[in-house]
Nanobody
Framework: DVQLVESGGGSVQTGGSLRLSCAAS????????ITWFRQVPGKERESVAT????????DYVDSVKGRFTIYKDNTKNTVYLQMNSLKPEDTAMYYC??????????????WGQGTQVTVS
């Protein structure tokens, strides 16, 4: 099993930046797909950014394109989400999820415990 631990969340002002980290207990090899999700109470969990390790392909939800960047550092077994130009609507609990062969969904994959991001 793979354990994931998110960190880097916090409270920031509108327009500020945060870098979220997702540290994995195992090497994130080319078979993995890693996705950052976010969820606001009462709303559906939303896929924010995805990176496919095998190809390096990344995908983003439209609302964060140009502001967020997902990338990985294999030497640290860590996937990052750099968030710039933060807006109040980015406020959510952010989760990292990973799965082999296919990308994770809200109901599949390995999940971290989440880290809270608050923008005001």
């Amino acid at each position: 099993d793979v354990q994931l631990v998110e960190s880097g969340g916090g409270s920031v002002q509108t327009g500020g930046s945060l870098r979220l980290s997702c540290a994995a207990s195992a090497y994130i090899d080319s078979s993995f797909c890693i996705t950052w999700f976010r969820q606001v109470p009462g709303k559906e969990r939303e896929s924010v950014a995805t990176i496919v390790a095998r190809s390096g392909r990344t995908d983003y939800v439209d609302s964060v394109k140009g502001r967020f960047t997902i990338y990985k550092d294999n030497t640290k077994n860590t996937v990052y989400l750099q968030m710039n130009s933060l807006k109040p609507e980015d406020t959510a609990m952010y989760y990292c999820a990973a799965q082999r062969a296919t990308c994770p969904t809200p109901g599949s994959g390995y999940w971290g415990q989440g880290t809270q991001v608050t923008v005001s």
